[in-house]
């Protein structure tokens, strides 16, 4: 227990500092956490906020970005997202603030897993991080960014939603122009126009089975799998498995992967594991 914690005083929050390459999705993932509608759980859309904070020069970012957000396991917590066009300033952060977890976050797309001098670059830089001093008591959390399936599926489904939508409401209003003079008739007709719709925009059964079959194995695997086998071949060019072959490493560092256009509950995997490993560190109170 804290000094702070005894005197019944307000704990503050863990620090946590958020680093990558530029274009790794860090900013993506910040404000996908900090903009979750706490009512319904959905995810907004902040492709248009993370566009205008761009420089207009097209360095990318060029400042960083800080949140506070609260978790089950670390309670209240404030992330520091420092964007690569930074890095020189990188350690001013870590070295002036009390940080109790640092996240490394690399690009796993198609493009970026066969991008070989990028990720040369980000696992040199990972490398530094990890044999920082003042990193080396905080937990570090190598988050690989994957395009999951899942997501891909949803973005299409809500565009082919939208198109039956708008398709269905000019079916509607064409029948209720042609059918004014009986309420029975553009009844039936809106009804039949319906299951017709419904029936030729089914899907065929085959595609149906082999999506459920993608999203159940989606399911079954834990964050600390990969999602797809891009994402598998970053972290084979990380050497994600050599670096927690050493001891002082098995203790403080995980490697999640994760979409930060839909983080959900594989970011609760990222806070546990920070608890987990900051009690395990003797930095938990």
């Given amino acids: 227990m804290s000094f702070l914690s005894c005197l019944g005083g307000k704990r503050p929050p863990h620090q946590i ?9 860090k900013t993506t993932l910040l404000y996908k ?7 319904s759980g959905e995810w907004k859309d902040i492709s248009k906020l993370v566009e205008a904070i761009k420089s207009p020069n097209g360095q990318g970012d060029v400042s960083y970005h800080y949140e506070e957000l609260s978790s089950k396991m670390l ?15 990188w350690p001013t952060f870590y070295r002036y603030i009390r940080i109790s977890a640092a996240i490394f976050v690399v690009d796993a797309s198609k493009e970026a897993s ?3 001098k990028s990720l040369r670059d980000a696992r040199r830089v990972l490398n530094f991080l990890l ?18 399936e899942t997501t891909k599926n949803k973005k299409s489904q809500k565009k082919e939603g939208e198109k039956k939508n708008a398709e269905k409401d000019e079916g509607r209003e064409s029948r209720t122009l042609s059918s004014q003079g009986s309420a029975s008739t553009h009844v039936e007709d809106v009804a039949g126009g319906d299951r017709n719709s419904t029936s030729s925009s089914k899907p065929p059964a085959n595609s149906m089975l082999g999506a459920a079959a993608h999203v159940v194995s989606d399911k079954k695997k834990t964050a600390e799998q990969p999602i797809s086998p891009y994402g598998d071949a970053v972290q ?18 995980r490697c999640i992967y994760l979409d930060v256009t839909d ?3 594989r970011w609760e995997t990222v806070t546990e594991q920070i608890h987990r490993i900051n009690i395990v560190m003797g930095n938990e109170a």
């Fill in 114 to 116: 066969e991008n070989e």
């Fill in 17 to 25: 500092v958020m680093l990558g390459l530029p274009g790794s999705g």
């Fill in 131 to 148: 044999n920082e001093d003042e990193l080396r008591q905080a937990a570090f959390i190598v988050i690989i960014n994957e395009r999951s």
């Fill in 75 to 89: 309670k209240n917590y404030g992330i520091w997202d420092v964007p690569g066009s930074l890095i020189s300033v």
């Fill in 263 to 265: 983080p959900k509950q």
């Fill in 236 to 253: 084979k060019k990380l050497n994600i498995e050599k670096l927690l072959q050493d001891e002082w490493n098995q203790q403080r560092m």
């Fill in 33 to 39: 956490l900090k903009l979750m509608d706490k009512v």
